[in-house]
């Protein structure tokens, strides 16, 4: 018996083997079918089945006869067990779905009725119907992606073709919602692959909640890891640098206005058209169907979905863009869950059981989020400062009577110093617009977080530090001058080895430029993300606090005029704010922070 099966898996791999490239032949219908299957079964004549399979492999097969040959499969389903794997291989690879109503409904009934009796089959099929979500089949143009975001209307018939088959498998069938997450992860499109077929396998993914609502967790941490790849493949640098190429390239088809606004880095076009689809699929999930305005309920929900899937994807993820930005969407549609986001961080930066790094990276989302979320509440922001400069000061009490500080125990304490100086700088032209606000400024004491033994300012981004010192001085909240010069003059390098740091109670920086809700790049999708997006307005504060500090005071905070000028060095970039210079090397080394080991 072993004999046998052995010889009918030879004979399945050489016939899967053979090049299929040879040109179509009209198929025939094969006189006896169950006679042919059943002289295979009982390994009396193998060659009408071999002849079977091939032609039904390189044949055209017409509507007409593939309907005659499902029925004929139909009556003898119950010889299709696994014996006869090649044969059900090779009816899976007919196309089907873009055929006549007829065709389609025998193609259907034929996997379902298949499934029902052989349910080994059902991981073959539901491979078959998620492959197919790809597009390739279709026959159209792969290069050319969906300019509107969303499928034609024979792309949409075709699709709905297979939904309609995979609904009733995953009703009928109860392994079939077993099996269905590990075939999507499988046929998931590799990174490279066209913007058009990723567009399809989302949509269908997301065609799929419809009638199938409990995957949506589950499918949206697997689309948003997905996403999540695209975006650091494709870094800011390399998007602007793509752009920059492209307008310097002048050809007489400059001036058409057929030209589409999108991108020619490949990665970000991609990732361009996906976020846009899950804006959509956010909003939609948002809105109460009935009365076509979002719910809190609703936005609740989907936030929860997403919160979990950002904890586990996002939020540890280096060099991540725009990923995070479903978050940023998601809450500015109900502005009461922006305060539950924040709040959620919050929540992770005070965790003494958190990892560290963690804590770290919650108190840059912190930051980075109520600085450019124009829908935050000024209230919001100050209770939140407050509740900053509450720990910050629980800290340093905490700490007195240390003689020695070895600042690398304190990461996270240095982190929310640089969350606090950071929104005070960013959203200072709010803070400090009305004399209420001043009183409440003041009351945060921060002469006393500048001058502590832990010294913040030692360690925070120096451009932070110098606009921090800037506009502090001009409001008359707390002077910096003489803590930054002594910070300077004790300045010593530190030696970074693979496995420790020398010197590293000496830092000049210990913590990265990192926050999260830099400028938005892609283009298409930013017109959902510009109307609720604070853009960094610099002023003339430093300015006039050099007019009245003195000539040699080299701290005030340096225009972006000026520091492009003055910086042409590749290696400095910009960073969340513009005017907040970094070094690139130091950025792209290791993740958010550098913490020592």
Known sequence: MSTIKEHRSSIGSHILRQATAVKKVEFQLPKNLKGTLLNFTNGLDHRPYKDLVCILRDSEVKDKELCLLLREAQDCVSLLDQNLCLFIQVLLIVKWAHRGPEAVAAFQSFLLDLCSAHSYHTKAVLDHLIVNFKGASLGSDESTEWTSGMPTPEEERIFQNIHCVLNRLLRVIPMAGDILLPSIISAFPYIKRSTKEHQAFVHNMLEILKYQPKFRKDFL????????????????????????????????????????????????????????????????????????????????????????????????????HHVQFLMWFICSLRPKLAEVYVKYLWRLVLGIHVAPVTRQSAAAYVASFLARANFIKIEFLKSTLQEMSDWIHSY??????????????????????????????????????????????????????????LNPLRVCLPELVKKFSSITRAYQLVYCNSVIERNSRNSVPIVHTRNH?????????????????????????????????????????????TEKADNDDDDDFLPEVSISASFNDKRFTYSASPGFLHDHHTSTSSPRLRHFV
């Open 396 to 453: 340093i009490n905490n700490q007195d009577g240390q003689k020695t500080v070895e600042m690398r125990l304190h990461i996270v304490f240095y982190s929310v110093c640089q969350a606090l100086f950071y929104l005070l700088c960013f959203r200072h032209k709010d803070l400090f617009r009305t004399k209420q606000n001043m009183v409440f400024l003041r009351g945060l004491n921060l002469t006393k977080m500048v001058t502590c033994t």
């Open 501 to 545: 740091v020398m010197q590293a109670d000496q830092p000049s920086s210990l913590l990265e430029t990192f926050f999260p809700f830099d400028p938005y790049k892609l283009k298409r999708s930013s017109c959902v993300i510009d109307p609720t997006y604070q853009v960094y307005q610099d002023d003339d504060i430093s300015e006039e606090t």
């Open 221 to 320: 941490y697997l689309i948003t890891k997905k996403l999540v790849d695209l975006d650091t493949h494709a870094p800011r640098s390399e998007i602007e640098q793509a752009e920059d190429d492209d307008a310097m390239d002048v050809d007489e088809d400059i001036f058409s206005m057929e030209q589409e606004q999108g991108h020619k880095h490949p990665i970000a076009k991609t990732l361009d058209h996906l976020m846009m689809r899950l804006f959509t699929f956010i909003k939609h999930e948002c809105t109460d169907p009935s009365t076509g305005e979002t719910t809190l309920d609703r936005s609740y929900s989907v936030y929860k979905d997403f919160q979990e899937v950002f904890e586990k994807v996002i939020l540890l993820t280096h060099n991540t």
